[in-house]
């Protein structure tokens, strides 16, 4: 076998392939002549491939063009033995370059055939133009909306901001608007892309940081209002922040919107501390009533004193117990000095925790004994866990002793329009422990509100009272309070069930769970 092999490459066995032309010049010269163009465009073909292949490395299947390569390779070679095999009859050489010829050409149609069903699936020329040019359109229109979006963002006289959520929690400041930059008095230039620590005056930093936490972990928008030191100096800031979700859901951004609202705080805090005063003008009498009492007292006791010393009856024990006695009444008169100070002083101070229980004793205290004399009764229920770090509510507490002062003087006032005889006001005070709110409810039995006017009577400016004997804003603003501290208060008309119709005014404020620095602030 091995022999007969052999045979094949002996080149002394064989004839050239000239003889079968008769070596004729003009054939042999034709042969060679096509057999040698064929075989250079073979040659320069699969160099054609590679060269193509190897530029445009992003080209489809070009492990196919590498394989036709090797094919077009090998046939070229056939050629170049066809010329060979006229002069020298290595056929055995010429046999086994076909072979490799027609392994490669196999290899080739299978792999073609294979890969048939991909290659049509590719888009063909008008495709390719059809989706580039709805490519062009949809950049066209991504343009125009950014154009849009860049033309709204800087031209917008709302302040904007765009916070940018790394994937380790922190917080940067992408970019501001340039109302934003004016109202803030920061440069766009200087804080994009710093975190937000480093952008803003730390104190300014931690404030903003903890709202930026809280909306990432609501996952929702959130509104709140904010006291800043900025560049531009002290300002209160309503800023709204609305989180923006990748594909994933994960929150990469939080678009906020801040504006400056110191001057309408202002003018609240106005319109509050007036209120406050024009309540305590309604007080006046009581407390002149209830200062009166331990002067009176203090002179009587002063006068005996004077007389005993006179008569040389005053002796050492007596003197002991009056002096106890005036130190007692003037620490009184000391309270209630002490307690109308912080009342009608401006309460300038952010929102704290605190008891509302404290507040609503406090309002009774002031009220009773005038209300009294009056023949109005004002009763008050307070449950023996009021006090507790379970009850306390965000805020401030001078507020909403306001806001019960007027719920009072109203009830009272009410009381006297409907007729002699007096009547009653009840306070009560709960835990909504399923709510999470804590509940204070003021009636009287003072004949109750119209109901045609009963939806009217928070709206500014508008009062029940005879001219002259109302502002309008007591009841408005006590409805401001209540909406600061993110609760809410409702009225309707109640009947008392002793034959009398009232009005309860009910407060709805959220229950705090105070830190335990927090807490100890609040009992203190």
């Not at 052999?6 to 050239?16: L, Y």
């Not at 109203?410 to 399923?434: F, K, W």
């Amino acid at each position: 076998m091995q022999a007969g092999i052999a045979s094949w490459f002996d080149s002394g066995a064989f004839m050239p392939h000239g003889i079968c032309l008769l070596w004729q010049p003009g054939l042999l010269a034709l042969h060679v002549a096509t057999d040698a163009l064929i075989g250079l465009s073979y040659y320069s073909i699969p160099v054609a491939l590679v060269y193509f292949v190897w530029r445009r490395r992003d080209v489809a299947f070009g492990w196919v063009f590498r394989l036709f390569a090797a094919f077009i390779l090998a046939c070229g070679t056939t050629h170049f033995f066809n010329i060979w095999t006229l002069w020298t009859p290595d056929y055995g050489l010429e046999g086994l370059v076909k072979a490799a010829t027609a392994a490669v050409s196999v290899l080739t149609a299978v792999a073609l055939w294979a890969l048939m069903p991909r290659a049509l699936a590719l888009p063909s020329p008008a495709q390719l133009a059809a989706a580039n040019a709805a490519l062009q359109r949809e950049i066209a229109e991504r343009r125009a909306a950014e154009e849009r979006y860049a033309g709204f963002f800087n031209n917008l006289a709302e302040g904007l901001f765009v916070i940018a959520v790394r994937p380790d929690g922190r917080f940067a400041l992408d970019t501001i608007n340039p109302a934003h930059a004016r109202a803030t008095g920061l440069d766009p230039e200087r804080v994009g892309g710093r975190l937000v620590e480093d952008a803003l005056p730390a104190e300014a930093a931690t404030v903003v940081l903890r709202h930026y936490a809280a909306c990432v972990a609501a996952g929702t928008p959130i509104d709140y209002e904010e006291t800043l030191d900025l560049p531009v100096g002290r300002r209160v800031w309503h800023t709204v922040l609305v989180p923006v979700r990748d594909g994933s859901g994960r929150i990469v951004q939080l678009l906020g919107s801040g504006r400056d609202v110191t001057d309408r705080k202002r003018l609240q805090e106005d319109l509050v501390q007036a209120s406050k005063l024009a309540t305590l003008g309604t007080l006046s009498a009581g407390i002149a009533h209830e200062m009166s009492q331990p002067l009176n007292v203090i002179r009587i006791w002063t006068e005996n004193a004077i007389a005993r010393l006179r008569d040389g009856t005053l002796d050492r024990q007596r003197l002991e117990q009056l002096l106890a006695l005036i130190a007692g009444q003037t620490e009184r008169m000391g309270r209630i000095i002490d307690h109308m100070r912080s009342f009608s002083r401006r309460d300038d101070r952010g929102a704290v925790l605190f008891d509302p229980a404290a507040c609503i004793r406090s309002a009774i205290g002031l009220v009773r004994n005038q209300y009294t004399v009056e023949n109005v009764t004002v009763t008050c229920d307070l449950p023996e866990a009021a006090g507790d770090a379970a009850s306390l509510v965000r805020g401030r507490p001078v507020q909403l002793e306001q806001v019960l002062l007027n719920l009072l003087s109203n009830a009272r006032d009410a009381i006297h329009h409907r007729g002699p005889g007096g009547g009653s006001i009840d306070v009560t005070y709960r835990i909504d422990a399923d709510e999470g709110t804590a509940v204070i409810a003021v009636c009287d039995d003072g004949g109750g509100i119209p109901e045609a006017i009963l939806s009217r009577i928070f709206d500014p400016f508008f009062t029940t009272k005879e001219v002259g004997q109302g502002t309008g804003l007591g009841l408005s603003i006590g409805y401001g309070i209540v909406e600061a501290m993110r609760g809410r208060i409702e009225a309707r008309n109640v009947d008392r069930g002793d034959g009398q119709r009232g009005v309860r005014f009910t407060i709805t404020l959220p229950v705090t769970r105070p830190s335990s620095q927090d807490a100890e602030l609040a009992h203190a």
